[in-house]
């Protein structure tokens, strides 16, 4: 029988990534003492208070539809956050409410690229940038960010990546897998080629709220002249610890409101209305949980650094933000889905090999910081072990 070729798109290097995490997986099913650091799935618990508005909005018999593009009282309050965060004046007209931030990235590149555009991505990128641009029928072009410059982006290599059939740039900041938060030069250097080009800039500031040593986070839609181009993405995942409650969001034009609610109309006609309830909980409390996850990841990296800090064939890549760090394991001679396939086999680690989410990642792995404060321990005492058997240990 015959499947759409649009599916057929989906399946890439990105879509593989997930093989050694699936199989480390099925090693702890099978009593084996693997610790997985391959997944971004924060271990801290929901704040109370959200769990507790669920629980109400459940009990009132809150179970029926709801609004298609996220239920009115949400939208605004997640434009008060935005604005206030911001600096820029939005309402709730210009808030889509999507299941998670991947609903979002797939529904933004849906409604601005198509067959014959190109999108432009800064890579490494999170390993499902590639399918959703795919779906689109667009082309992903991308565009190195250098470990020389720690990962951080050249506007000079992304000019040299647009060409008349460039429809959309699509960033991340903080960055996913290596943690580098974009600066004010640039962002203005992106926002300047966006105006030069009329161009769309998508932006997923998933990390927004988890950054490091005291930064603070700029969004591209408080550029001159990027409101009207920019599509913000956010959710609660990372932030509130709620991965599995799939709250995400948009912020952008009215218009492009407009295209993600036809969008939501065939895809999945709204998320359920108790989650919608407790996500209002979230926005709009002040939850010193969110600022403790955030401290908390940065006492694991510095655990994690002091662990590796004797292994001379390892350099540990220290994160602006977000919840992940990279290793560079190129002084080992393995490549880096060798070195994690054998990291998982012979000292039951589990993380990902950088190479999944782009060449320029290439001999760098990439490990989480979601798991227990023990577990990284111990992983870390067990990666120092393993790098010790190998040239350059």
């Not at 470990?147 to 647009?162: M, N, S, Y």
Request: glycine share 8%; charged share 20%; with cysteine.
């Amino acid at each position: 029988m015959r499947y759409s070729a649009t599916i057929a798109r989906l399946e890439n290097e990105g879509s593989r990534a997930w093989e050694l995490h699936a199989r480390a997986l099925e090693e702890r099913r099978r009593g084996r003492d693997v610790i997985l650091l391959s997944i971004g799935d924060p271990d801290f618990p929901t704040p109370p208070g959200i769990v507790d508005a669920l629980v109400e909005s459940v009990s009132r018999g809150d179970t029926r539809y709801g609004e298609v593009d996220g239920a009115r009282e949400l939208r605004h309050a997640i434009a008060e956050r935005h604005a206030r965060d911001t600096g820029t004046h939005v309402t709730w007209e210009n808030v889509t409410v999507t299941p998670g931030a991947q609903g979002a990235l797939f529904g933004a590149i849906m409604c601005l690229a198509q067959p014959g555009d190109e999108v432009v991505v800064p890579e490494p990128c999170y390993v499902t940038y590639d399918s959703v641009v795919q779906a689109s029928g667009a082309t992903l072009v991308s565009t190195p960010l250098r470990p020389e410059r720690a990962f951080h982006l050249d506007p000079d290599d992304v000019a040299a990546a647009i060409t008349p059939r460039t429809r959309v740039i699509l960033i991340n900041t903080p960055h996913n897998p290596t943690g580098a938060a974009l600066g004010r030069d640039e962002l203005e250097g992106l926002a300047r080629l966006c105006r030069d080009h009329d161009l769309w800039l998508v932006s997923d500031e998933v990390y927004s709220r988890t950054l490091f040593d005291g930064r603070q986070h700029l969004s591209p839609c408080s550029l001159p002249g990027m409101a009207s181009r920019c599509v913000v993405i956010n959710s609660l995942s990372k932030s509130h610890a709620m991965t599995g409650w799939r709250v995400g969001w948009t912020v952008a034009p009215v218009a492009f409101a407009r295209h993600m609610y036809n969008l939501a109309l065939a895809i999945h006609y709204g998320l359920p209305t108790f989650v919608q309830t407790a996500a209002i909980e979230a926005v709009r409390g002040e939850h010193h949980e969110v600022a403790e996850m955030t401290r908390r990841y940065q006492e694991r990296l510095d655990l994690i650094c002091e662990s590796l800090a004797s292994c001379s064939n390892l350099a540990v890549v220290r994160p602006q933000g977000a919840c992940f760090m990279m290793i560079d394991v190129r002084a080992t001679g393995l490549s880096s889905m060798d070195f994690s396939w054998r990291l998982l086999e012979e000292a039951g680690v589990a993380v990902l090999a950088c190479e999944s989410f782009g060449r320029s990642a290439a001999g760098f792995v990439r490990l989480s910081l979601t798991a227990s404060d023990d577990d990284l321990r111990r992983a870390g005492e067990r990666i120092a072990g393993f790098a010790a058997t190998l040239p350059g240990g």
